[in-house]
């Protein structure tokens, strides 16, 4: 299994709140992402980063920002969330090239 | 923007069934992904392909990079009770490191 640890795995919180979710890899790659999952919609990315510090927005990045101060963490965070923002959450690594993606066992987050 | 349509969405099989699907995108692909997803879990990789026309195996599970470069397809032989998931193909935005994903075929196996 790709070294990689999402926490926390399950949040219920409430409209309006600020949540943070946290991505940790032991493999050292450069490239880091997330993306939520949605019926209907299979996998959409929110943003991914490049490189320490360096990040990108993705198709559905409005509400979300990211921030990658080392290699091995890569956090995403809802300033005030949304009901719309309820959905499972997924972090995936990859190394250079076109080195596939490998992906994290998930958090589900529930906006009431 | 660039999509990649899985078929079928859905499909129930007998158990020892061979199964097909494919993925298909209006764009050129110079890497094609298939990962399947188990219930509460991750997508996991299970074949990748880097070459047009490649054809590539793991176990009962056949990939093939279609020669156009716009389509992928999986085969499953012999399916298990435990092929059961939802499996999706992706591949990378030309010129990014950004990977888009299919919706997904999710098959159910019956005994």
């Known amino acids: 299994d790709a070294g990689i640890t999402q926490s926390p795995r399950h949040k219920v919180t409430e409209t309006g709140t600020p949540v943070t979710l946290r991505c940790h890899q032991t493999?050292?790659?450069?490239?880091m992402y997330w993306y939520r999952q949605d019926p209907g919609h299979g996998l959409r990315l929110i943003h991914y980063?490049?490189?320490?510090?360096?990040?990108d927005k993705g198709e559905v990045s409005d509400g979300y920002s990211v921030s990658r101060s080392k290699t091995e963490d890569f956090l995403l965070t809802l300033e005030s969330a949304t009901s719309s923002q309820t959905s499972v959450y997924f972090c995936?690594?990859?190394?250079?090239?076109?080195?596939?993606?490998?992906f994290g066992d998930g958090t589900r987050l529930s906006i009431l | 923007g660039q999509q990649l349509n899985q078929s079928p969405q859905s499909m129930f099989i007998q158990e020892g069934e061979d199964v097909s699907m494919n993925c298909t995108s209006s764009s050129i692909f110079n890497t094609w992904l298939w990962y399947k997803q188990d219930p509460g879990e991750g997508p996991v990789l299970l074949i990748a392909l880097y070459k047009a026309g490649e054809l590539t195996s793991n176990g009962r599970l056949t990939a093939q990079f279609g020669i156009t470069r716009k389509d992928s397809f999986l085969n499953i032989s012999a399916s298990i009770p435990s092929d059961v998931g939802i499996y999706f193909c992706?591949?990378?935005?030309?010129?990014?490191?950004?990977?888009?994903f299919g919706t997904g075929t999710r098959l159910k196996v019956l005994a």
């Open positions: 995936a690594i990859s190394g250079p090239g076109n080195q596939p993606q490998h």
């Open positions: 992706a591949g990378p935005l030309s010129g990014t490191y950004k990977y888009i």
């Open positions: 980063s490049y490189g320490v510090k360096d990040t």
């Open positions: 493999e050292n790659h450069r490239y």
